[in-house]
């Protein structure tokens, strides 16, 4: 069985060049339960929220500034609206330069990190929550969002976890809720005297809260629960960024890019979820209901498939999600012991090709492998992701990127692993020696076909670029 | 003269070759037809694309987004196409285009996964089923015209199922040299997941020849492309494209125009690319399901039910025409007070579409490509 090769590749982000040879797998992953860094140097480098609101807000005044100058800017689709090209680029960049820092953060860290399969839970948990940069009010935060919303709670409960992420402005904003206002909410029900129309109530959040973030689609709860939930949702917006009345009534002293509760947009009264009443107690009430959310059978059993697929196969085995769930449930989803479950369980230690690395991993593990840089200095990291088919922090979707061997293996995204790797070999493949690294980089995976095919291969450049396209390097 | 050769066919093979044979029996005699899946994910808004502005209840239930639909091309008394739409207006006027309206598949639920899991699988429950409607298609259609590609990173769940499909995503990498592809070919041998995949990635790169440079991501690229792909001889005879970003939760008016100005742009390059053999092209347009008949207090619209689907092409059965069976947009024709009540089957639309189009048998089409659902 390949132990060292499922422990740095089906667990971790694959060995790095001078790593030590991992001499017992399973007290390697726990130990780095213990020592994982929630924030590393690159990370900890990076600028705050008010840093990235305040690159938004720039962006949104300047295009403001354009539109009340364009005469006939009424005629124009939103997209168009008084915005000289030239001046869109540039004061985007300010909010784009956040994304490709913390983008690039992402990658130094994952490249460097002594504990490679926390930080796979950290993307792991990051797509579970996922936020997508496809909103320019979101493109900011993205790296934030990760950084300071769900790397320091992975190793806490999942109920903190949950509040953290739902909390955060990416997500906030992402989904709709900093514009959802209460319909009888003080703000609401003065606006309607004016004869004003709204701003409303918007589901999204707590829809999806629902249905990939905590329970699950398909489990039970209704139209009902979505819109009562939501209710309870609101009030809760981010400072700085709304626009109109949430604008104007933002607590005094409230740093733009803050999360805030603004009691005169939540709905008021008493809501019903899952048969439950939550009385009305402002911010209180929306965060009763996550806790609740946080600690359902039905959440730990749809965390724990989650979990149990993503280290082990598209049909997770049964016996480990029942294991993992139970273990949820007992501890009411403390995250470390479901990472010692996994460890612990025979299922992951499986041998055979059962998983296909995303595009993000089969990259990180290359240029782990390589005690050279892989890609130039000029090399832009987010438009090398997006030309993989993973964008960084871009799923386009709530739900994230799906987590099936499908998901990546299509035919024209192996020929662009095998031309990028033949890039990279092209810059650096005569000075690494390809025969030396397969040993180390597949460890106990290396069989004999792709230990035959490096060394007959015509160039060590070739030699390199089949090592990274070769079937178990490819594999997890 | 379709169904003439198709009736010749089965005749010569006789009654019991028909029973024998089922795949064979139901084929098609060898044509020139194309057929282009476009899928809209995120739940594409019918009643902004197809706005019924004779409703007497739209205006209210829509609001600020019920003006735009005043300034579309008139369909009919009822209905005008999203002012975005203008070459689609066209087409209209041609008689190569039509809206099917009021649709749903059997999905009656707001999930987005869920619901194009239906809309490409083609039955009856979310994840039900592993192949899709249009692999089960490619079944019914001579050898000659299973040539199936996505252009796509990996093979949607419409296009997998038995029968072998690519895919292609443009690249802007530098190829991999013809000794380093060879190579890896003889690598992936015995592997059953890296070696269909490796063949096929090698097929469609010497395919897409000299657009390789695209990146698609605009309409009117993606449809140039997928026109080049689909344009010669040899070149796939059934394809799907991917388009995303329909989900108009908020802001809907101005990112739906977006949207749907690169949709029109993205059938006007089909048609453009295909040239004559447009007039054997049948592009079909559809979502997973539509969006709250009313709009939200965020200027935009949340997950509904019924929704519109558009069919383009040289040789529809109803170019230039609306169908729908109207249910209505009063407080109670709504479907749970919210949504429009799907009155058709969005699965049967697609199928007699085909049917019509392949000169199939539409009760064999049904059958065929929605056994669950139609049968």
């Known amino acids: ?476 | 003269m379709t169904l003439t050769r198709r009736t010749a066919l089965i005749a010569g093979l006789g009654t019991l070759a028909v029973g024998a044979l089922p795949g064979m029996a139901f084929a098609a005699a060898p044509t020139n037809r194309r057929l282009l899946f476009v899928i809209q994910r995120g739940a594409a808004d019918g009643l902004a694309i197809a706005a019924p502005i004779g409703d007497p209840a739209f205006a209210a239930a829509r609001r600020t987004l019920a003006d735009e639909a005043a300034t579309g091309a008139k369909l009919d008394g009822m209905f005008t196409l999203h002012p975005a739409l203008s070459g689609a207006a066209g087409l209209f006027v041609a008689r190569e285009a039509h809206v099917a309206h009021a649709v749903a598949t059997a999905y009656r639920d707001r999930s987005h996964f869920d619901g194009q899991n239906m809309l490409e699988a083609g039955g009856t429950r979310p994840y039900g089923r592993d192949d899709g409607w249009l692999n089960r298609l490619l079944a019914l259609l001579p050898a000659s015209e299973r040539d199936a590609l996505a252009i796509a990173p990996a093979v949607p769940l419409a296009l997998r199922g038995a029968l072998p499909v690519g895919t292609y995503a443009p690249s802007r990498l530098p190829q991999a040299d013809a000794d380093l592809i060879a190579r890896l070919s003889s690598l992936y041998a015995k592997d059953e997941l890296l070696h269909p995949l490796w063949d096929s990635a090698i097929k469609t790169q010497e395919l897409a020849g000299d657009i390789g440079g695209n990146n698609g991501r605009n309409g009117a690229e993606l449809g140039a492309l997928a026109a080049s792909l689909m344009a010669p001889a040899d070149g796939a005879r059934v394809m799907m494209v991917e388009t995303g970003g329909w989900d108009t939760h908020s802001g809907q008016r101005g990112r739906l125009a977006a949207q749907l100005r690169g949709l029109d742009q993205l059938v006007g390059a089909v048609k453009t690319g295909l040239g004559a053999e447009w007039s054997s092209t049948l592009v079909i347009v559809a979502t997973e399901f539509g969006r709250t008949v009313a709009v939200n207090g965020t200027g935009g619209t949340d997950h509904g039910t019924g929704s519109a689907a558009l069919l383009f092409g040289g040789a529809l059965a109803a170019g230039g025409k609306v169908s729908a069976d109207w249910p209505g947009l009063s407080a109670g024709s709504l479907l749970d007070g919210r949504d429009l009540k799907p009155t058709r089957s969005l699965e049967g639309v697609i199928a007699e579409a085909v049917a019509h189009h392949y000169g199939l048998d539409p009760a064999r089409a049904k059958k065929a490509l929605y056994p669950e659902v139609l049968a």
């Open chain 1, 1 to 476: 069985m390949a132990i060292q090769y499922l422990a740095a590749n089906r667990f971790g982000l694959g060995r790095r060049w001078d790593d030590p040879a991992i001499d017992d797998p399973k007290a390697w992953l726990l130990r780095q339960l213990a020592e994982f860094d929630p924030a590393p140097p690159a990370i900890a480098a990076l600028e705050g929220r008010a840093a990235i609101a305040s690159a938004y807000i720039d962006y949104r005044q300047d295009r403001q500034a354009m539109r009340r100058e364009a005469a006939d800017a009424a005629e124009m689709s939103e997209e168009e609206k008084g915005m000289d090209p030239e001046l869109r680029r540039l004061s985007r960049s300010a909010i784009r330069r956040h994304y490709v820092d913390g983008a690039a953060a992402r990658l130094t860290t994952a490249v460097a990190s002594p504990t490679p399969f926390a930080e796979r839970l950290t993307h792991f948990w990051a797509n579970h929550f996922a936020v997508s940069a496809d909103k320019i009010a979101v493109i900011g935060f993205t790296g934030n969002y990760e950084f300071e919303a769900i790397r320091p709670n992975i190793m806490g409960k999942f109920s903190d976890l949950l509040i953290a992420a739902v909390r955060h402005p990416a997500m906030l904003l992402y989904l709709d809720q900093a514009q959802s206002f209460g319909p009888d909410s003080p703000v609401a029900a003065r606006r309607q005297r004016r004869g004003a129309q709204g701003p409303g109530l918007n589901e999204n959040l707590a829809r999806e809260i629902l249905e990939l973030h905590t329970l699950g689609v398909r489990t039970g709860y209704t139209q009902a629960d979505v819109t009562d939930f939501a209710k309870a949702l609101t009030g809760l917006t981010v400072a700085g960024l709304g626009r109109g009345a949430g604008q104007r009534l933002m607590p005094a002293g409230a740093q733009p890019g803050e999360t805030v509760f603004i009691a005169q947009l939540h709905q008021p009264g008493e809501q019903t979820i899952l048969g439950k009443r939550y009385a009305d107690g402002g911010a209180k009430q929306a965060e009763a209901v996550l806790r609740d959310l946080a600690i359902h059978p039905a959440t730990a059993k749809h965390v724990a498939t989650k979990l149990a697929r993503h280290f082990t196969a598209d049909d997770p085995p049964p016996a480990l999600v029942a294991r993992l769930s139970a273990d949820f449930q007992k501890t009411g989803g403390d995250l470390p012991s479901l990472y010692r479950t996994l460890i612990t369980s025979p299922e992951p230690w499986q041998a055979g090709p059962a998983m296909f690395k995303s595009p993000w991993d089969w990259t990180v593990s290359l240029m782990r492998g390589l005690k050279l840089p892989a890609l130039g200095e000029r090399q832009n990291i987010p438009a090398l992701f997006t030309q993989l088919g993973q964008p960084v922090w871009r799923p386009g979707s709530p739900a994230g990127y799906d987590d099936k061997v499908a998901t990546w293996a299509g035919s024209a995204a192996l020929m662009q692993r095998v031309e990028l790797a033949s890039r990279i070999a092209g810059r650096i493949g005569d000075r690494t020696d390809a025969r030396r690294l397969a040993p180390l980089l597949l460890s106990d995976a290396l069989d004999p076909a792709t230990g035959e095919a490096i060394a007959r291969a015509d160039s060590p450049g070739q030699g390199l670029a089949m090592l990274f396209a070769s079937p178990a390097f490819l594999r997890r």
